[in-house]
């Protein structure tokens, strides 16, 4: 297991100074964000951002992401142009260096909350989604945005995607991932780049949009479609386990044993009866995860791809991008380091 943690650039309020402090950390997790979406990125920021990191004494080994243009999504003339950009972008960070390239297929959305300061008991605040506040919202306002997503969009321009996805239903929206997936993997083969794709958060169609990235039988489409290892998973707890018909444990047992896991996020989540649910500290007793047994089923399969903790809470008065803080998901770092070497250890003395 390669430690990872996402680092927004020069921008970002968390140092990479401070992100090397953390205990087992390997690379960082990063992306370049001075190009529109569906451009090419200048090899000069990928060096720079490259050059930050190993002078950080860090690896510059994961991009998330490399966003997907939404004519790709949505299958429209100029895809082709857009994919062949895309097919570019992987070319330059596999000479780069870069080992994964994390992306999503998500129409319009990333991920969603529809609350982002939730003060929980212990008087940290922590990202949300509840039931009664998502039908109270509206899409087509451009209020929705997260800080954490890669891209975001005018009110105009949402009210024309709404649109043109009327025509997208979900095997239209499988159609438009095979063309994309049947363009870029021989690419990334060739460039000794793995695709992880992200799974939808939630995972399940929300404001009448597709999502299809969702649940298992899903995951075995997707590694069907091209069935190469550069064909692979970013398995986000998070976002498989805000869905009570997924079991993530066994979810990362599968695929990792399959050897598709390239890129794992770990966070823990904590389900309400209605399917609302609350980000939660990591450890597995604040939410619905069973965080052990997830580490469990990836050190059973040997997993050597990269894990960053996800999201943590907003704690000691830190203030910055909501779900990217240093501290908790440090702390989260270093929980995740306890059982690993747990792990290890137990595994050697049955060994003995
Ligand atoms: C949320 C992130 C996602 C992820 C994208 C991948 O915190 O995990 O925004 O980066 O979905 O493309």
New binding site residues.
């Given amino acids: 297991m390669k430690l990872s943690f996402r680092w927004y650039g020069p921008e970002d309020p968390v140092r990479i100074e401070y992100i090397r402090q953390i205990p087992r950390m390997y690379s960082i997790v990063t992306a370049v964000y001075d190009v529109p979406v569906g451009e090419i990125w200048s090899n000069e920021s990928i060096n720079m951002l490259k050059e930050q990191t190993e002078a950080a004494g860090l690896h510059f080994d994961v991009i ?2 490399v ?1 997907v243009h939404e004519n790709i999504k949505l299958g429209l003339a100029d895809r082709d142009q857009l994919i062949a950009n895309y097919c570019e972008n992987i070319r330059r960070l596999g000479k780069a260096g870069v080992q994964v390239i ?3 297929f ?1 129409p319009v959305f ?2 969603t909350r529809t609350q982002l300061d939730r003060v929980l008991e212990d008087g940290s605040t922590a990202l949300v989604y509840y039931r009664d506040q998502l039908e109270k919202m509206d899409p087509l306002t451009g209020e929705i945005s997260l800080p ?3 891209s975001s969009y005018k009110k105009e321009d949402l009210v024309k995607l709404f649109d043109q996805y009327k025509q997208v239903n979900e095997e239209v929206l499988w159609q438009n991932l095979e063309y994309f997936l049947q363009a870029i993997i021989p690419v990334a083969e060739e460039a000794g780049v793995k695709m992880a794709i ?1 799974p939808d ?1 939630p995972p399940y169609p929300i404001f009448g949009l597709p999502r299809i990235i969702t649940k298992e039988a899903n995951l075995d489409r997707l590694l069907s479609i091209v069935d190469s290892p550069a064909n692979g998973l ?1 398995l ?1 707890t998070g976002s498989l386990g805000s869905a009570s018909f997924n079991d993530v444990a066994r979810l990362v047992d599968k695929y990792s044993a399959m050897g598709r896991i390239h890129f794992i ?1 770990v966070r823990n989540v904590k389900l309400m009866e209605d399917g609302s649910f609350e980000e939660a500290a990591h450890p597995s007793e604040y939410g619905s995860l069973d965080v052990y047994e997830i580490m469990k089923c990836l050190h059973k399969n040997g997993f050597e791809g990269y894990l960053r903790p ?2 943590g809470r907003m704690i000691w008065g830190e203030t910055g991008k909501p ?1 990217y803080g240093l501290y908790d998901r440090a702390l989260g770092a270093s929980y995740i380091n306890g059982l690993w070497e747990a792990l290890e250890k137990s595994a050697d003395n049955k060994e003995a």
């Fill in positions: 998330e992401s966003p994390c992306y999503n998500m990333d991920w954490g997503w890669d992200h958060d970013t986000c996020h996800d999201h779900g």
